[in-house]
């Protein structure tokens, strides 16, 4: 094969693997949209579950704790916030 035969294969080689890596991105990209989306539906279930939870559903015991986790983690918020407070800083302070 001669030179320029060569190079066409190389070129047709190189073109070949830029339309696969351009298919693979557009690929992995299409997957992490998928992702996030999947990722955002879980917490508005989350929401959801622990709106229930806070309007007096019953739930599972799993459920129910993580939910109390919720709660407790609030409590601590606010009890954080009032000491903020109490030397003269608010939340938009820091």
Request: charged share 40%; aromatic share 8%; proline share 0%.
């Amino acid at each position: 094969m001669d030179i320029l035969g060569k190079l066409s294969d190389f070129g047709k080689n190189v073109a070949q693997k830029s339309g696969e890596f351009a298919e693979a991105s557009k690929l992995t990209m299409n997957i992490k949209s998928k992702e996030r989306e999947i990722k955002a539906l879980k917490l508005e279930i989350g929401d959801y579950i622990y709106n229930k939870y806070a309007e007096g559903a019953s739930f599972d015991d799993e459920v129910a704790a993580y939910c109390k986790d919720i709660d407790v983690a609030r409590e601590e918020i606010a009890r954080l916030r009032e000491q903020k407070e109490a030397i003269g800083l608010s939340d938009e302070e820091i």
